[in-house]
């Protein structure tokens, strides 16, 4: 921020930082045709960003504050690209160094967010790297491993605690991330007001839980108030990776390596490697422990939806609404097109509010291979999840 600067070339300095918002909300007139539903859809749309998801709400915060307390360079993990993207543009706002370990089955599918990420300034190695420990020990007992967040971010917090002059930055799970996405929310509720509606219904996917805790959380105090107690709020996942609906709750380390503290959520176990979906960036053991605990006091639902089903509901929309849907959100738009269609058989008007985090653009392959017949679910024999849950760490009794 300039020094010396008025408020009003700070408030413009403010604005050019964060250009993207406030972001559309839109009524799906079209959607709604082709489902022949009385519902009405709404979705709050994050792909208009630079970098074309949520992510830069709190990656241009995380740089500016790391910059602002002299910190020279960052590293993080990125599962589909979207988050190391906006952190590269973060850093590139504040001329921080980055370097981003993406997990291989995505550096792999979705060149273009590598490419992304180079063109603003960032270094962006797949994981696992042989650039770690933690990556270095997992290429020997699996030289093929198509990688999984938990690595990614073990590789990123080892890189960051082995240099004075970096801190860690991480986009999802934690309360400072989900409140910075707590924008979506505030603004949604104001977009809802002047359109002289409320939800009855609020759909998004989850992986660390970010993005659909910053539509949710706004609004769950209404909920929890009393003032709208038949509020459903309806988290979705893949079915291949199921942390909320198979997982269980207890103490858990946010990576593979057991490098960050212990967190209290619903986990797959921290050794778990899921399938590799398009989805990347839903890959992941854990989740964010405030979704955990409002899920375990029975304010909010959650459902886990196949790869193919979601794709089929990206598709609608596309040729619906004209937009191109990332994997990850498809889930959204999968169960909310299922909902909508209850109301048609109920004859019921309800309100579905979608929380869509961003565009397909560079998920393209992952369309390409849904039309063509080449997509697949994947089957998560019980057995695996056991195995990696059988590795948590032990928690002194009363603790947990």
């Not at 208009?48 to 241009?60: I, L, R």
């Not at 959520?265 to 605990?293: D, E, K, N, Q, S």
Request: glycine share 8%; proline share 6%; aromatic share 8%.
């Amino acid at each position: 921020m300039p020094s010396g600067a008025s408020w009003i070339q700070k408030a413009m300095w403010i604005a050019s930082c964060v250009a993207w918002r406030p972001t559309v909300l839109h009524r799906a007139f079209r959607l709604e045709k082709a489902l022949d539903t009385p519902a009405k859809i709404f979705y709050k749309y994050e792909g208009t960003s630079q970098a074309g998801s949520h992510k830069p709400n709190t990656a241009v915060a995380q740089a500016y504050y790391n910059k602002k307390e002299g910190i020279k360079r960052l590293t993080t993990e990125t599962g589909a690209g979207q988050w190391g993207s906006a952190l590269a543009m973060g850093c590139a706002f504040f001329d921080v160094e980055l370097k981003v370990y993406m997990v291989r089955i995505s550096y792999d599918q979705k060149p273009y967010r590598r490419i992304l990420m180079e063109t603003w300034g960032a270094k962006c190695v797949p994981s696992p790297s042989p650039d770690t420990k933690a990556g270095r020990e997992m290429l020997e007992k699996w030289p093929d491993c198509p990688g999984s967040l938990g690595l990614a971010i073990s590789e990123a917090v080892e890189d960051a605690v082995t240099r004075d002059d970096t801190h860690y930055s991480l986009g999802s799970v934690l309360n400072h991330v989900l409140l910075h996405q707590t924008i979506i929310g505030e603004e949604t509720r104001k977009q809802m007001e002047m359109a002289d509606a409320y939800p009855d219904i609020i759909v998004g996917c989850i992986g660390g839980g970010s993005n659909f805790a910053g539509q949710f959380l706004p609004w769950i105090r209404d909920k929890i108030s009393g003032q709208k107690p038949d509020l459903r709020i309806i988290c979705v996942e893949p079915e291949s990776c199921p942390t909320m609906t198979r997982g269980i709750y207890a103490y858990d380390f946010g990576d593979t390596a057991g490098m960050t503290p212990l967190l209290k959520m619903h986990t797959l176990g921290h050794t778990f490697v899921p399938p590799p979906i398009h989805a990347g960036g839903l890959r992941y053991h854990g989740m964010a422990p405030i979704i955990c605990h409002l899920y375990n006091l029975g304010l909010i639902e959650v459902v886990a939806a196949p790869q193919t089903a979601i794709f089929e509901a990206g598709v609608k929309f596309a040729r619906t609404e004209g937009i191109i849907t990332g994997p990850e959100p498809c889930h959204d738009l999968k169960v909310a097109i299922d909902e909508a269609l209850k109301c048609k058989e109920s004859g019921e008007s309800k309100t579905i509010l979608i929380a869509h985090s961003g565009h397909g653009h560079f998920d393209l392959s992952a369309y390409d291979a849904y039309l063509s017949g080449k997509l697949k679910d994947y089957a998560l024999p019980e057995e695996e999840i056991k195995k990696a849950q059988a590795e948590l760490p032990k928690v002194p009794a009363g603790q947990s």
